[in-house]
């Protein structure tokens, strides 16, 4: 699979942009680095949280779809 420039180009520009938000952050508002920091670190937890949630929603869902089928063939 071929990737074309615009996908280049694309992951470029938001990493950009995201640099900018950082910047502008803590030059133009005055928030420190370790805010910036513990900040980040707050984002990854939620993040892991949420990846955590999910795979306990998919486990639960799997257990009892084949719970359900083999109930159904039993009958």
Not at 11 to 40: D, H, K, P
Not at 45 to 56: D, P, Q, S, Y
Request: cysteine-free; overall charge positive.
């Amino acid at each position: 699979m071929a990737i074309n420039k615009r996908y280049y180009r694309t992951v470029f520009l938001g990493v950009a942009a995201l640099g900018v938000l950082v910047w502008a952050a803590v030059e133009q508002f005055g928030i420190t680095w370790q805010e910036v920091g513990s900040l980040f670190l707050g984002a990854v937890l939620v993040v892991m949280v949420v990846v955590a949630a999910a795979a306990l929603g998919a486990l639960v869902w799997v257990s009892l779809r084949r719970r359900l089928n083999r109930d159904r063939r039993e009958d």
